[in-house]
């Protein structure tokens, strides 16, 4: 009995002891928060303060630059009323001397024509009347030049617009975070053209594009806070930025970044890809006993041809019925397909661009191929041969090349099955190769390396 209730008290201390370390690991939980909250509250004061601060600051040097305004525009006001009183007085005097003269000339006239003595008139008459004569003719000499438009009434003094600027003035915060829109961007092998939209597009002054290599989610935390990692295209005006010469078939992370003068904010990283080097299949290298397609993408066994040695002339050096591709890569990640058209015997790889022309590739050490005889299938390079067992209705071929990594892949393109990876330090550049004993083969190219033919280290 005794041991039993010492049992359970040790129960009940246990239980005690265990709650009240929660309750005391919660309440410094909850003092941490509360001292957090002060540092925020006192942050708060002292951010106020300053924008009070700024403001009377800001406020005060639009009310100087109103009143040196004001002083400039009233000086010019003076100025201009002076010059034009100046002219106008000047104008006036010149109109008084006129008006002077003619009204002498007008009195001696009328004297004149008032004389009873014809001696005395003819004296005098002829004299006046060549004045009186010459001031008519030249009344238009003696007449001052005069403006009377210029009034100063053709000036004015609008200042409506800066009447709203000023009514509209408010204190600015950094816009909200943009967002790339994935599903509008487009790419090529070596350009990703980036969307965004953002819900304070009229405050923002400028956006910044961030990008780098994607390594995969566990660094991009790292990569975020690593500046260094960036490129970066700053000033951009528009939502949308075309990035030029990246790597084909690399995946890339964007950040953009809204900007005005209140600060900047960032939008989610977004992952986006380039794709694989568009190539075609070059006619000029075609055996003569193929046809290409007039859109170089299909090559074909000419049936018209002789049959002769049909079964024997397919291990020949004579029978390597192949084509190449019209492009050499030195570099990068590359994947593009072959379409089988009801072929049975056909060879697809990369062969160095010294590999002999006419050689059946995989025979030597330049080319690397996987290669169907009817029901046999083989991955062949230097002669050697290694068996393979792919799906039986297998249609379309995947071929991914990571030239740096020193990689070549074929897959299953429908069920995404990997049927074999060579590995091999490339040292020259390489050239795709396809080579089509009977039916036709289709290549398709320039495509994004698929998600899930991404190495482990690059998934997400």
Known sequence: ????????????????DSNLSNLIKRNNELETLMAKLIQTCQQVEVN?????????????????????????IGSKIKEGKSVRLRKLAQQIGNCKQCIERSSALITQADQTLK???????????????????????SSQVLIPEINLNDTFDT?????????????????????????????????SYDTITVHWTSDDEFSVVSYELQYAIYTGQANVVSLCNSADSWMIVPNIKQNHYTVHGLQSGTKYIFIVKAINQAGSRSS??????????????????????LKVSHDNLTVERDE????????????????????????????????WEALIGGSTW????????????????????????????????????????????????????????????????????????????????????????????????TILTGLPIPDHLEVPELQD
């Open 304 to 335: 018209t041809s002789s049959k002769k040695s049909h079964g024997q002339d397919r291990f020949t050096s004579q029978g390597s019925y192949g084509v190449t591709g019209n492009v050499y890569i030195d570099s990068g990640r590359h994947y």
């Open 115 to 137: 004389e009873t003595d014809h001696a005395r008139f003819l004296q005098t008459a002829k004299n006046i009347s060549e004045r009186v004569s010459m001031a008519t003719a």
């Open 155 to 187: 000036f004015a003094l609008d200042f409506s617009r800066e009447k709203k600027m000023l009514e509209s003035l408010d204190y600015l915060t950094a816009p909200d975070p943009p967002g790339i829109r994935e599903e509008l961007c487009t790419a």
């Open 48 to 72: 106020a303060s300053q924008q009070e601060s700024k403001l009377i600051d800001e406020c005060d040097l639009l009310i100087e630059i109103i009143q040196e305004r004001r002083q400039i």
């Open 346 to 441: 056909y060879a697809v790889g990369v062969a160095y661009k010294s590999a002999p022309k006419h050689e059946w590739v995989g025979k030597n050490s330049a080319s690397w191929v996987l290669s169907r005889c009817n029901n046999s299938w083989v991955v062949r390079h230097n002669s050697k041969e290694e068996p393979i067992e792919p799906s039986p209705h297998l249609r379309r071929i995947g071929v991914l090349l990571d030239y740096d990594a020193g990689s070549l892949a074929f897959y299953d393109a429908v069920s995404s099955q990997l049927l074999y990876a060579f590995d091999v330090s490339f040292v020259q550049p390489l050239c795709p190769v396809f080579n089509v004993w009977n039916k036709c083969l």
């Open 1 to 16: 009995m005794l041991s039993c209730l010492a049992e359970e008290g040790q129960r009940q201390k246990a239980t005690l």
């Open 268 to 289: 989610e990283p977004g992952t986006l890809k380039t794709n694989s080097q568009p190539f075609k299949l070059d006619p000029k290298s075609a055996h003569r006993k």
